[in-house]
């Protein structure tokens, strides 16, 4: 099951509704079983904050990823900052519903065992985030 949360402030500009379409077939293409996934929404400041306290990186991020995968079943939270998210969008000249799914996938990624770590762990995320933005997100809904 998945679930979106939101820290402070509802953000009603995103289909979540469509991520959460999304992020089993993700799963599925990657031959796991769906378990429980949560997306809170937090700002810049309560993501941080999240960051120093549970990572000791003091810096600003657009997710931080807590896995609770056991097994094939895939389960965890994903706390993505409202604010990163929105100036990324505009920096890459894509929409916000586009950059909100890079987002979720990539999080996703690290639940399936991805890492973003290396030069070459980066470039193989970033292919699979590519991937599935192609193959899941941009087709046309009939």
Do not use: W
Not at 6 to 21: A, V
Not at 117 to 142: G, I, N
């Amino acid at each position: 099951m998945i679930s979106v949360g939101f820290l402070s402030k509802k953000i009603s500009s995103i289909s979540f509704h469509k991520i959460k379409t999304l992020l089993p077939k993700l799963i599925k293409e990657e031959n796991r079983i769906i378990g429980d996934i949560s997306i809170v929404i937090c700002t810049d400041e309560e993501l941080k904050e999240m960051n120093i306290q549970h990572l000791n990186h003091d810096y600003f991020t657009d997710i931080i990823t807590f896995d609770f995968t056991t097994g094939n079943r895939i389960s965890g939270e994903l706390y993505i900052s409202y604010d990163r998210v929105i100036d990324n969008a505009s920096a890459y000249s894509v929409s916000a519903q586009e950059e909100y799914t890079r987002v979720c996938f990539h999080g996703l990624l690290h639940l399936l065992g991805y890492k973003d770590k290396t030069p070459k762990d980066k470039k193989l995320m970033r292919a699979k985030e590519d991937y599935y933005l192609s193959t899941l997100f941009h087709v046309k809904q009939v």
